[in-house]
């Protein structure tokens, strides 16, 4: 795999580690990119670390995705619940895209239990803290080395 | 007509003819776009071509618009089944607008099938492939040509 | 194209022009229908066009039309939004079905703004006045003149 | 007034008197023909009464008496809660109509407690047997009278 | 039939012709009380007229009628869309309940389509204005009449 | 039993075999009839087959039924979903209805999963193609024979 | 326990005994109460009786008991499925309070199936006739004797 | 076909003919299968015929039919309406699977009208009493019949 | 403005201070009146304040305040949620009615989260604890000084 | 009464006591079971004590109680908000059964605030802790006891 | 209070006054500001004033907000009914939002009647025209100031 | 960590790999849990592997787990949409519980988009294959291990 593994987060995730760390964790997103990053290093492959609040950025790096990434790892943050356009633009990148909530939204306000990204995605993994990340990333390495 | 037709396209159009083309056809935007252009020529009428992935910039347009088109062709994508500020900007504006589909958003899955936008428009042409951008030029056409 | 165009118009249409004109125009169905046919003259087509107040006889007209007719632009009223029948009767169709509305249904009573008939249909024009009509045909022959 | 007042039975009503009469009563449709004629009558009114089991025949007579009545009682019967075209052809009407159930619908299964036409009549009787049928000629007769 | 007939109205019915005259009528409740007595009197009937505001002292005139009253004409108001307690006190009474409303309230805000009343009440008439209560206590007088 | 079975076939039925056969089967509705008579025959049984596109061409066949039939096998094709009118005929029969589909129904389109007329029929049988033609007739049969 | 306990009916209940008999019994209210003050007695408490068909009179009432009473037994009567306003008088109240149904609310029509009441209450007793009454009682002496 | 057929029934079929005769008639289960048993060996088919109380028991009987069956009948009683396991069951199984009530549930309580099983089934009978095992039986005989 | 603002609390509302203060504070109802009607007279203007928890009361002092206040702010407590006589009352009144909370409705219960009243004001303060009287009371007063 | 009362405790019973103590309190659901036969001794009756994760157990119990018990207290656990097989199984039981919970589901989490169990019960008794338990045997011994 | 406050403008809200005055008023976006900004000075406080089209610039300012401002003054514009991601930024944030809509969205579309906004802001101010902004900067004022 | 991790697998996983391999992969169960175990041992862990298609069993076996185990993981197989009585056992377990589905429910038929179990647990892995469980299993090895 020679390409980089994109990670990407949603509005607010730049907050990570600052506030609602009973919610969130106290790691800032800093550290989580840097953790990730290691991780990947240690398995001999490479992460691209984005956030960004707007919805329109996330789909304009997303689409670039499709030549430049082996898989992304999407944490849509307040968008899952709302965007399509979102949801559109996973659904057409032929690599695969996992989702990733720090938290367990399902445990959460209603509004929260439902994804509008989850269908569009190959999975998702959810409530398992920033180590989600982590094991996203396992997985796209796994679905890429030989077995 | 002196002004020209603004030509609107939402996000992730600018991935047409290169991905689901089962879905949206084999023709680039580009292509798209460039027929709307010479159809519009062919009856002495200019359009003005744009796409964006971002909300905001779409609203911006759709603003700019009101001095400087005669009329709208509004493709919104994903934005059309969720977005009440792109609703509002469109109601805000005197000219026409047309919001036009590729596909036919009303045969697949139930969250497509309702449109935030199309209580704002003029009207709504759907599911007759890039075609329809055609069609939607020619109705506002003929409502400023002389009856 | 040597065979005819079936246009057919649901429950009421007879009325336009008499009634409700700021809803539906001060045009009449027979002037709409003489319209359609010069459309189609000018262009070498031909249009055989039909009202009816009856969903039986309208989906007799549309099972009658596999054989008789090269596409149909179909009006269905108010059963628009509530016959399964006249669904069917269009989704055993193999010729292409363009649904037409004169008036944007998407912007009345909450009822009218669902179609039980678009899902079946190849696409839909709504809100474009009778012009809607013309265009409807227009992409019915778009589709099968050589490209 | 000296044109007739029209009305209109549905779907099933012919059947009165000789089934369920715990729920209709045991008057014949013909009976209650004959009632509402010689009420009429006493007051120098004259009625016209039509049953259709077809909706498009209703709607038929309801266009009709556009020209022909002074007003119309409409017994929808099952249509009451399905049709929209129905409910289009009341709304067309420039006379009074007036809906009138025997049966006190909103006493019964839920899907007979919402009515599609009411909202298009100008008012409702429900419940008052076929005496409702007298009431509502009563009513227009009292529109109609000088006061 | 000995005993009166009561006509109970519910809250805000006392504004009736100092307020939105375009959807109540210009008569005040005084003037349509009066018109109910004198259409009563001609019949040889008696009406007791009470208007309140107040749930409880609805239910508490409800259930006098048991014993002192012939029938109801009963015109909730605002309560016709969400009393449980006011329905349970006509479904107690042996006499007949008819209830009235003035405007059409299916032609009216979604909210005001649903009466929590109606399915204990032997009928309803709606939408016929003041005249409305006339046609109620004629058919009270005829439930009572030899036939 | 010496009156016939009415089978009746509703809305779009008369295209069995010739359109749609993955869901429908390739048979005829000719020779679904034959097939029908002759299983009828083999058992001293008649049958009348109808198919009409119209609502109430088949509830005025229903309603005959009342005195010519000894059961009925209804297939009401697209009604099945949205026709309170009839199921009505069906409820207003003393003679046993079951109502028949070719194909699951409960494993179709959502809108489909829904059939208005069942809660008046006897029984349902669905999905079984058009041997459930038969099996009706068995059971229609059954009901009459001695046991 | 010094304080008495408040015995509070809702809107209805002084009828109980006289009419529906099948849902309600045949016992009078008068009679209910004076079996639940003798059952208190027996045990050395005392209660206070209220009915009223006012929810406010009942509203005043439950603050009252703030000051006044040990604990509270409630039957809101109709207002069980409709009052929020009752609902905070209860959430207000320190003291407990158990809701009692003398019929099963939960197999009667689907809005009775509803309590607003119960989720500010300390618990429900339901469908288990006047005894109910008793039972409450009972618990409402368990919780504050010696254990 | 040398495999026999597998009769299924769910919870509380047990009870037939001792329980709630007016709705699941008068014959025990143990007639029921007797006669089923007997119906088969006319025709030269043999069947096992289970009822368990336990969706886990039905489960593993559904799993063992894949290699043990020719095909089943299965009335899940109470089941039917929340068993999405039992659903999963019936889709794994590559033999044909009917589904039969004996009472005609779209006729009951709402709750009763939706079936999680009939999607995953060939198709479903209904309402025909303990005859419909029969019809069920006769069908999968015609599947491997010659034809 | 020489009629004086009418103050209107609802249900419970007299409680304020001496429960759940952490909901809605520690300042008692006499409090908050007596501050409202300081900030009223620094501004010249006069404030009738007045409680009830009696839905009748309160639109009793409504209808009243047409002839005898020059605008109302009205908390209408519990029954904010559910009463369509006290929204009929407001929309009966041509003075402004401002509708204000203490705490923010929408961020508590679901059921707390829709008012009936909302709709028929010319506005709503809500969340900004006792202040939001204060608010109100300037924005009045703003509403018939001169600009 | 001769035969014992059947107690029958759902899933997750078991852990009474053991977890969760601030919802369900501290007794072990042997200590429960104790305090019942206690209670039930002292007025000369017997008490049959069971507890099952299994859903057929239940059903099995339940059934065998028909012969073998004086009436039923049923806490069905987390099945009293998904089993229809267990509402039915108490349906079909002619001894009366009493449904109890320990904590006020009313007051949680909305999917536990729908029981499908208490429609087919007698009664419910909600939210008083164990002791609802000894209310229910009241209860029962109070219906078989001379009065 | 050295920090300013932010108001904050969302989509369509720089349209202020150049149309739909009907509902929003003939004050441009920049009178308003600077209508509000004097206010603010006339009590020794600042505001800084933003609008945007872009949801990722308003959830940016707002994060921004954290260290600069004092407090935050919102109008979602039509983001108000859509956006979970600017709740998260409203609800990350420590200083005190208020959310100001200049028409009262309770009394127009249904869409437009719930906020997405409301439940993670302090308070909400609605339908008082413009000025609620300067009600919404009292109140901010009025929490800082010494009590 | 010297106790197990429980690997518990609900109804109809026991058929993996022999069953609709383009959903769930060609691996049987076997070959599953041999994987899990092996990757387990390689990092000094054990895992105890089961499955059932008893509800009962599964929540017996996750009971037991509270003092036999170190953490779950659970594929709660057609009972993760429906069971409440499996989600109280885990909300009843004080060790960590990680729910994993193989295929990606959010991407299927909508009954299966909701999860009743996972609320209650720590976090969620779906759609990621069998490779989920060695996911799950690593993020509760990570849990334990020290940081």
New interface residues.
């Given amino acids: 795999m020679n390409k980089p593994i994109l990670v990407l987060h ?3 995730l ?2 990570l580690g600052t ?2 760390p009973e919610i969130y964790g106290a790691e800032t997103l800093e550290q989580v990119n840097r953790t990730i990053m290691e991780h990947a290093a240690r398995q001999g492959a490479r992460v691209d670390c984005h956030q ?6 996330l ?2 790096r997303l ?1 670039a995705a499709a030549d430049t990434a082996a898989g992304v790892i999407l944490n849509p ?13 996973v ?2 990148l032929a690599i695969p895209v ?1 989702e990733v909530h720090i938290s ?1 939204i ?2 959460r306000e209603p ?6 990204i ?11 803290g920033t ?2 990340y982590l ?1 996203a990333l ?2 796209l390495l ?1 679905l890429t080395s030989p077995r």
Same sequence: chains 1, 2, 3, 4, 5, 6, 7, 8, 9, 10, 11, 12.
């Avoid at 960004?52 to 950025?57: A, F, L, P, T, W």
């Avoid at 709302?82 to 559109?88: K, N, Y």
Wanted: hydrophobic residues 30%; glycine residues 14%.
């Fill in positions: 949603g509005p607010n730049n907050l506030r609602e960004s609040n707007h919805e329109g950025v789909i304009d689409q943050g307040g968008l899952t619940h709302t965007s399509v356009a979102l949801r559109d633009a659904a057409a996992i367990n399902y445990a509004f929260r239990r439902r994804s509008r989850s269908g569009a995605c190959r999975g998702v993994i959810c409530g398992l180590h989600g094991l396992d997985h796994h």
